[in-house]
C-alpha cells in the first residue's frame, strides 16, 4: 500500500512539475532536461511520460 501511495505522489509531482526560470524540469528518471534559452525566453518542453519515451523531452525556446 505505501509503495502505491508513494507511486501517486510522484506521478502527481510530474504533473505539477513547473520549470524554475532557467527552464529545468526534472523528470522521473531524476534527470534534468534543461532548455539553453536566453533571458526572457519562455522553455517549452513536453514534460509527459510518453515525451521521455519517444526521446521527445527537449525543450523549445518561444519568446511571449
Known amino acids: 500500500m505505501e509503495k502505491v501511495l508513494g507511486l501517486l505522489l510522484v506521478a502527481r509531482a510530474v504533473v ?9 524540469i526534472i523528470n522521473l528518471d531524476e534527470g534534468e532536461l534543461t532548455c539553453p534559452c536566453e533571458r526572457g525566453l519562455t522553455c517549452d ?4 511520460i510518453v515525451g521521455s ?5 527537449f525543450g523549445v525556446c518561444l519568446d511571449l
Open 45 to 48: 518542453v513536453d514534460k509527459t
Open 53 to 57: 519515451i519517444t526521446n521527445t523531452n
Open 16 to 24: 505539477y512539475a513547473v520549470p524554475d526560470p532557467r527552464g529545468i
